[in-house]
């Protein structure tokens, strides 16, 4: 049975999935280099701990959300990570949306430490992780996530396996590619409309009345509409899952005009400065 957890990483998604464990009255263990939000984890019930080692060391279950190039660091940069740290027959699942081949890697890794492994990439904004309504894509052997299913359930709603270690890393490929065009097209519909003469919410009421209805759209929509930015699902993400998409297709000699369009705009976003808004805020480049 689950009751020690270690977690690292508390960004926008990390901190909410860590404070919905809490009220499952798991002793929890958190790291993070952003000290200030240690802190409001500690006050809600939360151990720190000094190194992504401390964070591992004695627990039954450690979770790992961060950027890849934040991972490996924290997972292989020496005495302090979490892999010199972590116990055999611990299980540690990665939620982080990384390459195959950074996945593959820390797999393998953890089986040379005979730690069991699953891959997880949550997919969701800081509101689903909030509302503990996330979506948990996940690679490994179906009993070992048997055995984590009561912990994922504080922050997902929907728990998917998808199947051998690899497969929910590709399937979050695919994921990041629909969000990101979606998120585009509804952008330039906002846009077109507006100079065509039409409010923003005139035109939302029209797209949910018929086939392209989406919770997307409503969400996203009604927050370009109010103005409103602050980051739920931070663009520069956005735009590191198309990047992804787009070396896969290369490696597959796919051609993707759509990803391409829809980068395009993402790169301009991230010039611009927005990579810390919400990704609704390439709206933004289009409205130049």
């Not at 027959?89 to 005979?114: C, F, N, V």
């Not at 998808?162 to 990041?176: P, S």
Request: charged content about 25%; hydrophobic content about 45%; aromatic content about 6%.
């Amino acid at each position: 049975m689950v009751k020690e957890i270690g977690f690292i990483g508390l960004g926008t998604v990390g901190k909410h999935m860590a404070l919905n464990l809490l009220k499952g009255n798991y002793r929890l263990t958190v790291y993070d280099s952003q000290k200030d939000t240690v802190k409001e984890l500690v006050k809600a019930g939360a151990t720190a701990a000094p190194t992504p080692f401390a964070a591992a060391k004695g627990r039954d279950l450690v979770l790992v959300i961060l950027p890849e190039l934040e991972e490996r660091e924290a997972a292989l940069g020496g005495e302090n990570s979490f892999l010199k740290g972590i116990d055999p027959g611990t299980i540690l699942a990665d939620m982080g949306t990384h390459s195959l081949e950074a996945t593959r890697e820390l797999a393998a890794q953890a089986g040379k430490a005979r730690v069991m492994f699953l891959e997880a990439p949550v997919w969701g904004t800081k509101e689903h992780a909030a509302n503990g309504l996330l979506t948990l894509l996940v690679g490994g052997d179906p009993s070992l996530l048997s055995r984590c299913r009561e912990v994922f359930s504080f922050f997902a709603l929907n728990i998917i396996h998808i199947g051998e270690i690899g497969e929910a890393t590709r399937m979050k490929f695919i994921v990041n590619l629909v969000q990101a065009e979606l998120m585009e097209a509804l952008a330039e519909g906002l846009v077109f409309g507006e100079k065509l003469g039409f409010k923003a919410e005139k035109i939302l009421e029209v797209l949910e009345s018929g086939g392209v209805a989406s919770p997307l759209f409503n969400a996203k929509g009604r927050s370009i509409a109010r103005g409103d930015f602050s980051r739920n699902l931070a663009l520069k993400y956005v735009r590191e899952g198309l990047q992804a998409v787009q070396k896969v297709a290369l490696q597959h000699q796919l051609d993707l005009p759509g990803m391409e369009a829809a980068l395009r705009v993402y790169d301009q976003a991230v010039a611009d400065g927005r990579g810390e808004e919400d990704f609704s805020a390439i709206v933004k480049v289009l409205r130049k």
